[in-house]
């Protein structure tokens, strides 16, 4: 391994190598260009700054004079960052920095530090660890930020401050060392935003406040893991306080012609239910969709990035016997609030997933209550599977296809043009009005292909990222999920498949379902494609209540974040919430207002964060490496990238033995260390992920 590459991949390397100073040299050539131009050359600054840097934002300002000692090589800047003059980028490794962030005059940033060993710090030998700066983050004058920090959302780092651990979202920090002051008030939120103006006295105040404040607790000063959450936040306040990295800081894995949902960590809502709504819809407007702004901050904690809706548009009862497509349902409110609720989802960095519902419509639906008061006369006639000579278990004196013998769900024709032409309309109405990412697509195993097709085409028109995701309960899933109709599919196969072989101790079953689909050989069925990763939904039992041990429940999540595919959490199982199927859908579908947070949400968020961040969980293959009744290991791997993921269903520690093609591995979940000198030791009802760093 060369020097450059030891330094890129956060090993100790010597800096004084001429390997290392060559390259430094060429870089820093463009970083003396950069501070000998003139202040009217504003524009040549500005395509110099974006040549220097890794990544400079829209809008990205700095102000002479800059040192970096890679010229900003390794330096990512997101939108309207705004840096006064005299800042400083130890950028040895790697700096990433959110959007609206604003450094003060001679602000340090880090990422270089030194080895305890004696022989090597005093050859200058060093090693790296990035810096993780989140959104509308404000940081005083002569402030240093130390290697390894990650700063979240919405944080004022004081003037003077030395920051040398990770500071949570949403708080005032200052001191030497730095620490958690108090929580941002609403007050404070006023000059975060890009639209408005910085209000400079209240930043003085905030400065003062914090000196005065600061001498008077300096004899019990506490640790910034100590701060409760925010107000608003129904989280845990131990849990909140001992998670001090925010989305903000999550380094998600990019790589070219993979599109954004093949790394990307789903979290399921079922809004009716969760938000509390009457089962029959009683035209009673209420704003409950609201309450999803509960969880925005639970959300980016728990490192989701994608938020799947089930129906939320006017219905006859469940959300799935649709009355009118282009109105939020009168008992969750209005268009206005659900546009309230995606800006704030956006803004958090979450992508919105709306259930799309295209096979059938409730009775209630205006096209077939016209067909119900006209008969034949109805211009919506052949929207409908009719027989005007027949009838049905309502007594209407016609007989009409229902889905799978449901009759309150009518089923439409989605070979009339004018029906597609209405679905299509509504669907870019939802684009437009509500700005949303994707759909996911009702028994789309029985939706017209053709539809399917021009689906495809017409949503990447209109959003060239758009996801279309459908639902297939079995079968050959590439009947629609392929480069025309939906780009992944449910994967109900391996749903059963984890609980089944956990139950039974039977991890062949699991594994073989995985091969089979994922395979390195050539007939494996789904190499190429991502299939959404689930142990539960609004139509299943709940994880929680499936499992006959509830200690395997991180081992069923281990599944669905380590194998190839899309995970997605459904709201409330992420801290065990039950529910069983044998008592209903509305057992499933409970009323939660507020998140909760336990250890399992803990591992769960863990590994959120391993499969964001790791190209191996996102885009590897799957190979197995040791396969018994109780105990599995197999191995995901991208490129150079490998994550090891290891099952222990025992009650004891087990050991494995096998060929792990490395000498040791860090959990990607607790960021603990295993050799593999005499074996792997996994702990009872344990999943790791070991990442393969040597």
């Known amino acids: ?46 395509a110099l700054l974006q040549d220097m840097l890794a990544e400079c934002g829209e809008g990205c300002y700095v102000e002479p004079p800059l040192y970096a000692n890679w010229g900003g090589a390794h330096v990512h800047f997101g939108e309207e960052v705004y840096a006064n003059f005299g800042l400083t980028l130890v950028d040895d490794g790697e700096i990433y920095v959110g959007d609206h962030v604003l450094f003060a005059p001679h602000v340090t940033l880090a990422t270089a530090a030194h080895p305890i060993w004696p022989t090597p710090r005093d050859k200058g030998w060093q090693f790296n660890k990035e810096i993780h700066i989140g959104n509308n983050v404000w940081i005083g004058a002569g402030a240093v930020v130390c290697p390894g920090v990650c700063i979240g959302d919405n944080t004022v780092i004081g003037a003077g401050s030395i920051v040398t651990k990770d500071i949570p979202a949403n708080v005032v920090a200052v001191g030497n060392p730095c620490r958690v002051l108090r929580t941002i008030s609403e007050h404070d939120r006023e000059y975060f935003y890009k639209d408005e103006k910085i209000d400079w006295q209240l930043i003085k105040a905030l400065q003062g406040t914090a000196e005065e404040e600061g001498a008077e607790e300096a004899e019990e000063e506490p640790e910034a893991t100590d701060i409760p959450a925010m107000a608003e936040s129904e ?106 609720v995606v800006d704030a989802l956006h803004k958090a960095g979450i992508r919105v997933i709306l259930d799309g519902v295209f096979n059938h419509v409730g009775r209630g639906f ?64 939802w684009i437009d009005t509500f700005g949303i990412d994707g759909l996911r697509l009702d028994v789309a195993y029985m939706v017209d292909r053709e539809f399917l097709k021009r689906l495809r085409r017409e949503t990447r028109e209109w959003k060239e990222d758009f996801f279309l995701a459908g639902e297939m309960i079995g079968g050959d899933y ?43 050989d050539a007939w494996c069925l789904y190499r190429d494609y991502h299939l959404i990763s689930f142990v539960d939904n609004h139509d299943v039992s709940r ?56 250890e399992l949400t803990d591992v769960i968020a863990a590994m959120a964060k391993a499969h964001r961040e790791s190209p191996a969980l996102s885009y590897g293959d799957f190979k197995s490496l040791f396969l018994e009744n109780r105990h599995c290991l197999f191995q995901r791997q991208f490129e150079n990238d490998r994550v090891l993921v290891a099952v222990n269903l025992e009650d004891g520690d087990y050991t494995i033995h096998t060929d792990f093609g490395a000498g040791r591995g860090r959990d990607l979940i607790t960021d603990q260390w295993y050799d593999f000198g005499g074996g792997l030791c996994v702990p009872g009802h344990s999943v790791l992920f070991l990442h393969i760093e040597d």
Not at 17 to 44: C, G, H, V, W
Not at 237 to 265: R, T
Not at 569 to 579: D, I, L, T
């Open 366 to 429: 205006f096209g077939f209550v016209d067909v119900l008061n006209h008969r034949e006369n109805s211009s919506y006639r052949d929207w409908f599977h009719i027989d005007f000579n027949g009838n049905n278990g309502y007594q209407d004196g016609l007989w009409y296809e229902g889905w799978e013998g449901n009759y309150d769900l009518v089923k439409l024709n989605l070979q009339n043009p004018a029906v597609c032409d209405y679905l299509m309309e509504s669907v870019k109405y």
């Open 478 to 520: 590439r009947e629609i999920m392929n480069d025309a109709m939906c780009h992944s599919v449910t994967n109900y196969e391996c749903r059963k498949g984890i609980f089944s072989a956990i139950n039974s101790n039977n991890l062949f079953e699991i594994v073989h379902s995985l091969l089979r689909q994922f395979g390195t």
């Open 1 to 46: 391994m060369t020097n450059i590459e030891a330094m890129e991949a956060g090993r100790i390397y010597n800096p004084n190598e001429a390997d290392i100073t060559d390259k430094q040299m060429e870089a820093m050539e463009k970083l003396y260009d950069f501070n000998q131009m003139r202040p009217s050359e504003l524009s040549k600054r500005k």
């Open 235 to 340: 989280c845990d306040e131990e849990n909140v306080a001992k998670e001090v990295s925010d989305a903000g800081c999550v380094k998600d894995v990019v790589c070219d012609g993979h599109p954004w949902w093949e790394s990307a960590v789903f979290y399921q809502m079922y809004p009716l239910g969760m938000c509390g709504a009457p089962f029959e819809n009683d035209g009673k407007q209420e704003s409950r969709i609201l309450k999803v702004l509960n969880y925005v901050d639970h959300l980016k904690k728990m490192r989701v990035n994608a938020v799947y809706f089930s129906p939320l548009f006017e219905s006859d009862t469940h959300g799935y016997n649709t009355r009118d497509y282009r109105k939020v349902d009168t008992r969750l409110g209005t268009n206005e609030d659900f546009i309230q």
């Open 543 to 598: 994880i929680a209540t499936v499992l006959e041990d509830k200690r395997n429940l991180p081992i069923a999540y281990g599944f669905v974040f380590g194998q190839p595919g899309i995970p997605m959490v459904y709201y409330g199982s992420e801290w065990g919430v039950e529910g069983d199927k044998a008592n209903g859908d509305p057992s499933l579908r409970i009323p939660i207002d507020h998140p909760q947070w336990n």
